[in-house]
């Protein structure tokens, strides 16, 4: 589950993370009262920076350490395209062990000279097996649209291209691509092509 960008637990204002704390009690009781393990997760971006990038980088620590188990086991942080790099994350992970994420597409748009290999490679090492496979999400650039507009339909060269780089890692890919469904069978059709496997 991904709660909205309004969820915020750096924030300088104690109210909003209040707020967003409650958001991610709602968040965990519904996967709860679903039954599902801890490898079902609640995915977050770190924050704002408020023109200090440590100090936030510091109280989302802080307030982490404050949340209840049942939203910590289900929580992780993905990087995003033009505040928080797979590194940034990489810093929080080593203070709080939270996993973290791979947003492929905002890499590509941050980050920190990492190879999406690399990158990848990094965020997987965050997961331990009760966490289930790394999470990924993938996306490319719509054509035409400002920087970071998510594509429409899936590109299939840049698609086959994330597949070469991504190699053995084992993880399960969320497409975040406009049109849903058909990029999702587009892209079932493409991995068996690449893997080899008959359609």
Same mark, same amino acid.
Not at 23 to 31: A, D, F, P, S
Not at 100 to 117: K, R, Y
Not at 171 to 197: C, N, Q
């Given at each position: 589950?991904?709660?909205?960008?309004? %969820?915020?637990? =750096?924030?300088?204002?104690?109210?909003? &993370?209040? #707020?967003?704390?409650?958001?991610?009690?709602?968040?965990?009781? &519904?996967?709860?009262?679903?039954?599902?393990?801890?490898?079902? #997760?609640?995915?977050?971006?770190?924050?704002?920076?408020?023109?200090?990038?440590?100090?936030?980088?510091?109280?989302?620590?802080?307030?982490?350490?404050?949340?209840? +188990?049942?939203? #910590? $086991?289900?929580? &992780?942080?993905?990087?995003?395209?033009?505040?928080?790099? &797979?590194?940034?994350?990489?810093?929080?992970?080593?203070?709080?062990?939270?996993?973290?994420?791979?947003?492929?597409?905002?890499?590509?748009?941050? =980050?920190?000279?990492?190879?999406?290999?690399?990158?990848?490679?990094?965020?997987?090492?965050?997961?331990? #097996?009760?966490?289930?496979?790394?999470? %990924?999400?993938?996306?490319?650039?719509?054509?035409?649209? $400002?920087?970071?507009?998510?594509?429409?339909?899936? =590109?299939?060269?840049?698609?086959?291209?994330?597949?070469?780089?991504?190699?053995?890692?084992?993880?399960?890919?969320?497409?975040?691509? $406009?049109? +849903?469904?058909?990029?999702?069978?587009?892209?079932?059709?493409?991995? $068996?092509?690449?893997?080899?496997?008959?359609?």
């Amino acid at each position: 589950m991904h709660p909205d960008q309004f %969820v915020l637990i =750096n924030a300088k204002d104690s109210q909003i &993370v209040e #707020k967003s704390i409650r958001e991610l009690e709602y968040h965990t009781e &519904v996967l709860d009262l679903m039954g599902l393990d801890r490898t079902a #997760k609640i995915q977050i971006h770190v924050g704002g920076i408020y023109n200090d990038k440590d100090a936030s980088v510091n109280r989302f620590i802080e307030s982490y350490h404050y949340l209840d +188990k049942r939203i #910590k $086991k289900r929580l &992780v942080i993905e990087n995003d395209d033009h505040l928080y790099s &797979v590194n940034d994350c990489l810093r929080i992970h080593e203070k709080t062990a939270i996993p973290i994420l791979f947003d492929s597409f905002h890499h590509e748009i941050f =980050n920190n000279g990492e190879s999406l290999s690399n990158a990848l490679e990094i965020c997987a090492l965050t997961w331990k #097996k009760m966490d289930g496979p790394l999470m %990924v999400d993938y996306s490319s650039q719509s054509l035409g649209a $400002k920087k970071g507009a998510h594509t429409d339909h899936i =590109n299939r060269n840049h698609f086959l291209s994330f597949l070469k780089k991504a190699g053995r890692i084992d993880f399960d890919l969320m497409l975040e691509i $406009k049109d +849903k469904e058909k990029s999702a069978e587009d892209a079932l059709k493409i991995f $068996k092509l690449f893997s080899g496997t008959k359609i």
